[in-house]
């Protein structure tokens, strides 16, 4: 399984963009990108899903380079209950194994 | 319409003693996952159910834990002997796809 490597945590405020990039060097032909968001005492919550160049949905955009040896959630004006912890997840989408694997997240804080 | 469900939603037991959590899945899904989140972390794997039998147990950390899911529907994590490690929140998950996994709310478990 692919490692990813994501900031611990970010800050913002109200209305503005937030990028969160998320590295996963050792990404295989077959894994797909995978982001969930979880809120306190909630489990995740599934947020979109890709495997080249850029998917959009009305939560949120995921944008991944030729290369998908990264990939980039864009939130579009973000509000104070965007607030919670953002997981970026690598696997394959085929039969096998088929738990989810979670790094330890990046914790968004949104501020008024 | 409803989600998965977890009962209870707070455990507190004593070292030694036994322990079940139950999983009430979204109807229909065939497939059912429970993870462990333990304070700052991501959730982590424990086993995999599609239908009745688990096709997938190597996140169980020991004998000491065991899952069931007799008639394909509800399901429930048993821990036998708990340990003040084995305090955390116990996740579930239900899907129809390989794509995305639908969370419950957790079990917090706090052994003392």
Known sequence: LAKTTQPISMDSYEGQEVNITCSHNNIATNDYITWYQQF???GPR???QGYKTKVTNEVASLFIPADRKSSTLSLPRVSLSDTAVYYCLVGAMDTGRRALTFGSGTRLQVQP | GAGVSQTPSNKVTEKGKYVELRCDPISGHT???WYRQSLGQ???FL???QGTGAADD???PNDRFFAVRPEGSV???KIQRTERGDSAVYL???GQSIDEQFFGPGTRLTVL
Do not use: H
Request: proline letters at 8%; a negative charge.
């Open chain 1, 40 to 42: 306190p005492s909630q």
């Open chain 1, 46 to 48: 599934f947020i979109i």
């Open chain 2, 31 to 33: 497939a059912l996952y």
């Open chain 2, 42 to 44: 991501g959730p982590e």
């Open chain 2, 47 to 49: 086993i995999y159910f």
């Open chain 2, 58 to 60: 190597s996140g169980l």
């Open chain 2, 75 to 77: 399901s429930t994590l």
């Open chain 2, 92 to 94: 579930c998950a239900s």
